[in-house]
């Protein structure tokens, strides 16, 4: 049986088109803008492919943390230039924001996405000192949560900083994923897929995780969301009238219910 319309966002949005332009305006604007205040370092390497880059937003002053915020997008899509403006909240509390780009399917497989992610995570801390937040939406979500395993090589250091992990509609089994037509570029094995599945694998020691979902995104996703936080036994909270597409949009907002989650003790 197929799977794809159960994974399938944009179909189910009205006009989903237009986040995917605002998307674009947004982050455009924003990046340009702190770019000419001197507070945004762009095109950051953290390793020899093309799309191993991040850029590093500051806040106006001395940095209280770092958030690393990574992008969905299924691992075929997107980059880190899609989202800037979601390092606007975070910024606003003081915090500096990191946003990676990492190598796509097929040129990728998800085990080498997970670690590009984790050499992002371990560059951009090399920049800013103190606490580490991450945070990741769908694909992301999937990606900041495997950061909570020792096997993605986080230097100890480094996951010693990390105080919070908060997965945005996160995919968590990667096993019903084998059953769309993604698995043809994904090339999702059983055992790669169960290896690389946040749910089957240890709740990170010493971090606290909080998930956050859509009320009104796909069944799918809220049932991911859901085995995460059971068995991680985590926070989990449903936004309210959220979908897939908005249910980002509280990163921009530094007094939003997400960020509080993300940013507060």
Same mark, same amino acid.
């Given at each position: 049986m197929s799977l794809d319309d159960d994974y399938a966002n944009a179909a189910y949005i009205p006009d989903a088109e237009s986040f995917l332009e605002y998307w674009d305006e947004a982050a455009r604007n924003y990046r340009e803008a702190e770019h000419t205040l001197g507070r945004a370092q762009l095109n950051q390497p953290y390793g020899p492919h093309s799309d191993q880059a991040f850029d590093l937003f500051y806040p106006a002053g001395r940095p209280l943390g770092l958030l690393v915020f990574v992008h969905g997008g299924y691992?075929?899509?997107?980059?880190?230039?899609?989202?800037s403006h979601l390092a606007q909240g975070a910024c606003l509390r003081d915090w500096a924001v990191a946003m990676p780009s990492y190598p796509l399917a097929p040129e990728a497989s998800i085990s080498g996405i997970t670690r590009s992610?984790?050499? &992002?995570?371990?560059? *951009?801390a090399s920049r800013i000192a103190g606490p580490i937040v991450l945070a990741g939406h769908s694909a992301g979500g999937h990606l900041v949560a495997r950061m909570g395993q020792d096997d993605v090589g986080l230097p100890s250091a480094?996951?010693?900083?990390?105080?919070?992990?908060?997965?945005?509609?996160?995919?968590?089994d990667l096993l019903p994923l084998m059953q769309t037509?993604?698995?043809?570029?994904?090339?999702?094995?059983? &055992?790669?897929?169960? *290896?690389?599945?946040?749910?089957y694998r240890p709740r990170p020691n010493d971090t606290d995780v909080h998930?956050?979902?859509g009320a009104e995104e796909r069944p799918v996703f809220l049932e991911q969301a859901k085995l995460l936080a059971t068995n991680w036994q985590a926070g989990l909270t449903i936004e309210v009238s959220?979908?897939?597409f908005d249910i980002i949009a509280g990163l921009e907002d530094p007094d939003s219910s997400l960020m509080a989650a993300l940013l507060e003790d």
């Open positions: 691992w075929l899509r997107f980059g880190r230039r899609d989202f992610v984790a050499m &992002a995570i371990t560059e *951009a480094v996951r010693g900083r990390i105080q919070k992990i908060v997965p945005i509609s996160p995919v968590a037509e993604m698995n043809v570029t994904l090339q999702l094995t059983k &055992a790669s897929a169960k *290896a690389e599945s946040p749910a998930i956050w979902v959220k979908h897939h």
